[in-house]
């Protein structure tokens, strides 16, 4: 690739302020590392509209091209597992944070953090799904791993419209869950609705920190905001309740006590996707083309911009004015 170019998102610190801009790059730029990938799509998570914007301590190493997710086909590689022409997606494992990600037509991974693309799906469609599908996936196996089944009662998804909420509610509406959305947003609950939800909880009492035990509503819960709203999510799970919590959306602190745990029995579950094992990680994405209906996925990626378009659709994420899946097309 002696002597190519190709585009990228580049995040540079000047005067201690994020500035991102597309540059012009050539191959022996890109990190050392042992397989170099084409990358057709990546998506704006709400860690990327972070680290984008500077608005939150993301990026680890300067400079550094964002991006936390993306789907494309390996160009070479000398990893034995892996091959030329092979479709790819990767998600985690620090990328995008502290090692260059996905916001360039070509960059240079580790080859074990590469999940090979399930057959049934386009790297189009991976990056639909991306790293908010991937975790909407982790947290229903969490809530399945702990006993919580269809007929075991309503199941909350806070951030509903987003996209990790988004995916949630299609995947658990799929499976035959009674699904209640949280979106803070009237004029997103039929896109919500148009997911599988049932029935919204929103009203003036998220907004308030809640009483030690409030009344019981849910058997089990994803959480995608924390703070204040995970605290009431808590003291409003039913006995024996389970929440699996993967988000910060409202902030990284939990203003609750220990009375839904020791007097109703409610479970917290933490998700993580990032350092998820190899395994687990082509286990969730062979569930995902099963159980997420492919007929919703264009409702889900509402949003497609380019490279350059990246930094405007990151605030709009911030300011709450996107829904679902934004896409991001490198090429």
């Given at each position: 690739?002696?002597?190519?170019?190709?585009?990228?998102?580049?995040?540079?610190?000047?005067?201690?302020?994020?500035?991102?801009?597309?540059?012009?790059?050539?191959?022996?730029?890109?990190?050392?590392?042992?397989?170099?990938?084409?990358?057709?799509?990546?998506?704006?998570?709400?860690?990327?509209?972070?680290?984008?914007?500077?608005?939150?301590?993301?990026?680890?190493?300067?400079p550094l091209v964002p991006g936390i997710d993306f789907s494309g086909e390996i160009i070479e590689t000398s990893n034995p597992d892996l091959r030329a022409g092979q479709?790819?997606?990767?998600?985690?494992?620090?990328?995008?944070?502290?090692?260059?990600?996905?916001?360039?037509?070509?960059?240079?991974?580790?080859?074990?953090?590469?999940?090979p693309l399930p057959e049934a799906i386009t790297t189009r469609q991976a990056m639909m799904i991306g790293t908010a599908g991937f975790t909407a996936m982790l947290c229903v196996n969490a809530l399945e791993d702990a006993g919580i089944a269809p007929a075991s009662g309503q199941v909350l998804v806070t951030g509903a419209s987003g996209g990790v909420g988004s995916v949630a509610v299609a995947i658990l509406s799929k499976l035959g869950y009674e699904v209640c959305a949280l979106t803070r947003n009237e004029q997103k609950h039929e896109y919500v609705r148009s997911l599988g939800a049932k029935s919204f909880a929103d009203g003036p009492r998220w907004a308030e920190p809640p009483r030690a035990l409030e009344a019981q509503n849910w058997a089990a819960a994803i959480d995608t905001v924390g703070s204040k709203v995970l605290a009431r999510v808590l003291a409003e799970m039913?006995?024996?309740?389970?929440?699996?919590?993967?988000?910060?959306?409202?902030?990284?602190?939990?203003?609750?006590?220990?009375?839904?745990?020791?007097?109703?029995?409610?479970?917290?579950?933490?998700?993580?996707?990032?350092?998820?094992?190899?395994?687990?990680?082509?286990?969730?994405?062979?569930r995902i083309v099963d159980d997420l209906p492919a007929a919703l996925l264009d409702g889900i990626a509402a949003k497609t911009v380019r490279l350059d378009e990246v930094s405007a659709a990151a605030e709009a994420m911030l300011a709450g004015q996107l829904k679902g899946r934004v896409l991001v097309d490198v090429n």
């Open positions: 690739m002696t002597g190519q170019t190709f585009n990228a998102l580049m995040l540079r610190e000047e005067d201690g302020k994020t500035i991102a801009r597309v540059e012009t790059l050539g191959f022996d730029a890109l990190p050392r590392e042992d397989t170099l990938v084409k990358i057709d799509y990546s998506t704006i998570n709400f860690k990327d509209a972070l680290a984008v914007t500077g608005k939150g301590k993301i990026v680890r190493t300067w479709k790819v997606v990767l998600t985690g494992w620090s990328v995008g944070e502290k090692y260059w990600g996905g916001y360039s037509q070509y960059q240079r991974v580790r080859g074990e953090w590469l999940v039913n006995y024996n309740g389970v929440v699996a919590a993967c988000g910060l959306a409202g902030g990284a602190d939990l203003p609750t006590t220990v009375m839904p745990f020791i007097l109703r029995g409610v479970r917290l579950i933490g998700v993580d996707s990032v350092m998820l094992p190899s395994k687990d990680r082509i286990d969730a994405w062979n």
